[in-house]
């Protein structure tokens, strides 16, 4: 976040102009190197190892360097050593700043302090700021000692990185009782405690969409159904990473099916987070409380879609007839498009355990794809349902981290495999081979 708070100075401060600023964002872009990539030029790490940890950092809250590791693949000295070699985000931006502007390297020192004394950082926080590290730059941020908060808003931060953008910084925390909103998705983590997480529009909504269009990888141009969707997705997988981590220290959370809400006021003991999304403004809102009241008549975000898809009853050549099962419109489009392509035929669509029952004794396909999270059933009873129609049938469960539990009884109730969201293209049609040859 130190190039867009610092650079968001320059500008306000007339140093810049906002063209000079994004073209550096841009360049730093090409500068920044994945540690995955430079450990296998320099024949630290084979591409399959690379890889599996891409693939593991999709499944939990890790760093590449943690996961790396705790698989014994490289130590802390190699790691400490390719992040030298990464590049220091600071040292980027203001080498960049004096090669795009004339400004020299003392300008850009006295800028620096200028900055720092006019955000009133300590030298300890400046040196997070510079450093880019999420986890000592959120308590300069979120003041809270409530559980759980800090630790959401930094999983919240590293999934923007993530899957979004890196053009993003954040204000400060505000603890409220109150907050209007236009437009607002969320979900619950209920069990041994009580969390929710969203996010909302106020007035500006291109933060909100970009949220969504990235996420989703299509363009999203308005808000509406789509949109709370693939934002419901991605508070999804947020709150599966955070729920598998709490799981490690004996709490378990069940995770409900995201929902939204239009033009409503939030009520409760919460924090909202300001996130300045490539100059657009969207909030994060977190409660620890059970009180907490994001709004009402929430609008579940999948729709009732259980369909027939015309001609694909009959379709002999494909590898196989599958039906998808998600109460996300996002992840039913990710997996039909994926599976069309390979050869597959989704001869159905259903967005609901109650539909995924019905439609599998309509057209017995080869091979189910189930969601865990849904509402009015969830795939685990709909799992058992399935199968007591049809003891044979295939079922490949769908979930998002943080529900190893439901996710270990689904096994042992039947289900063949399970595919992890955000989706993998290579690890879905493994699985869907692996399945429909045994």
């Known amino acids: 976040m130190f190039a867009q708070l610092f650079g968001y100075y320059l500008i306000d401060n007339s140093i810049i102009k906002e063209d000079v600023y994004l073209e550096i964002l841009e360049k730093q872009k090409s ?234 006021t939030a009520l409760g003991d919460f924090y909202a987070i300001p996130v300045y999304l490539e100059g657009s403004r969207m909030d994060v809102l977190i409660s620890v409380n059970e009180e907490f009241i994001p709004g009402e008549n929430p609008e579940h975000l999948g729709g009732v879609t259980y369909s027939a898809i015309p001609g694909r009853d009959d379709d002999t050549e494909s590898l196989g007839k599958v039906l998808v099962v998600d109460d996300s419109r996002m992840s039913r489009s990710i997996l039909r498009n994926l599976l069309e392509k390979a050869g597959y035929s989704v001869i159905r669509e259903a967005s609901n355990g109650e539909e995924a029952i019905e439609a599998y004794k309509e057209c017995k396909p080869d091979l189910v794809t189930l969601d865990i999270t849904m509402p009015k059933m969830d795939g685990l009873e709909a799992l058992t349902n399935i199968l007591a129609f049809d003891a044979d049938a295939r079922v490949i469960m769908i979930t998002a981290a943080g529900q190893q539990d439901k996710l270990i009884k689904a096994l042992k109730e039947g289900a063949k495999r399970f595919i992890n969201k955000p989706f993998n293209e290579e690890e879905i049609l493994k699985n869907i081979r692996d399945v429909l040859q045994e």
């Not at 505000?174 to 236009?182: D, K, P």
């Not at 378990?252 to 033009?263: A, I, N, R, Y």
Request: aromatic share 8%.
């Open 31 to 264: 500068v920044r190197v994945k540690l995955g990539t430079i450990a296998v030029a320099e024949g630290l790490l084979t591409e399959e190892q690379a890889e599996d940890i891409n693939l593991m950092q999709r499944m939990f809250d890790k760093r590449f360097g943690d996961i790396a590791v705790d698989k014994g693949w490289l130590t802390l000295e190699q790691i400490e050593e390719l992040l030298a070699k990464q590049g220091n985000a600071y040292l980027q931006f203001v080498q960049l700043l004096t090669e795009l502007t004339g400004l020299t390297a003392t300008d850009a020192d006295q800028l620096l302090k200028a900055f720092q004394k006019d955000s009133g950082y300590t030298d300890t926080e400046m040196a997070a700021l510079k450093a880019d590290d999420t986890d000592q730059l959120i308590p300069l941020f979120v003041l809270s000692t409530k559980p759980h908060i800090r630790e959401i808003a930094a999983l919240v931060i590293r999934n923007l990185t993530r899957f979004i953008s890196s053009d993003f910084y954040i204000g400060k925390a505000l603890h409220v009782r109150g907050f209007s909103y236009n437009h607002m998705t969320c979900q619950e983590l209920a069990g041994d405690d009580t969390i929710f997480i969203g996010i909302a529009a106020v007035d500006e909504t291109d933060a909100f969409l970009k949220v969504a269009s990235a996420f989703s990888h299509e363009e999203i141009p308005q808000v509406g159904a789509s949109a709370y969707d693939a934002v419901g997705e991605f508070i999804n997988v947020t709150n599966g990473l955070f729920a598998t981590e709490l799981s490690k220290k004996e709490i378990h959370l069940d995770m409900e099916p995201p929902v939204s809400f239009t033009q409503q």
